[in-house]
Nanobody, 124 residues
Framework: QVQLVESGGGLVQAGGSLRLSCAASGRPFSTYTMGWFRQAPGKEREFVAAISWTGGTTNYADSLKGRFTISKDNAKNTVYLQMNSLKPEDTAVYYC?????????????????WGQGTQVTVSS
């Protein structure tokens, strides 16, 4: 059984930064792509970023490139999301997810394990 636990969310002012972490347990972590998604109230869950199991390939939502950075530490079974220059529209619950395989797809259907999410609130 795979478990994903997010942490690092909170309240931050616009322009600030947060670093989210996702700790994985269960089946081997290092051989799967990991992703971050977010869901704002009243909106569908949307792709944020993904990183391949080697860390050599990343994929970002076009609107977030340059502000968000995904990384992973296979030794710690942890994936990170560094978020800079945060905006009020970044307010959402952020979810960590494990891909079904090795691609870096942005489709939610490509991910079969999800964490419970961590709230990020950006005040103006």
């Amino acid at each position: 059984q795979v478990q994903l636990v997010e942490s690092g969310g909170g309240l931050v002012q616009a322009g600030g930064s947060l670093r989210l972490s996702c700790a994985a347990s269960g089946r081997p972590f290092s051989t799967y792509t990991m992703g971050w998604f977010r869901q704002a109230p009243g909106k569908e869950r949307e792709f944020v970023a993904a990183i391949s199991w080697t860390g050599g390939t990343t994929n970002y939502a076009d609107s977030l490139k340059g502000r968000f950075t995904i990384s992973k530490d296979n030794a710690k079974n942890t994936v990170y999301l560094q978020m800079n220059s945060l905006k009020p529209e970044d307010t959402a619950v952020y979810y960590c997810a494990r891909h079904r395989g090795s691609g870096v797809s942005s489709a939610t259907s490509s991910y079969n394990y999800w964490g419970q999410g961590t709230q990020v609130t950006v005040s103006s």
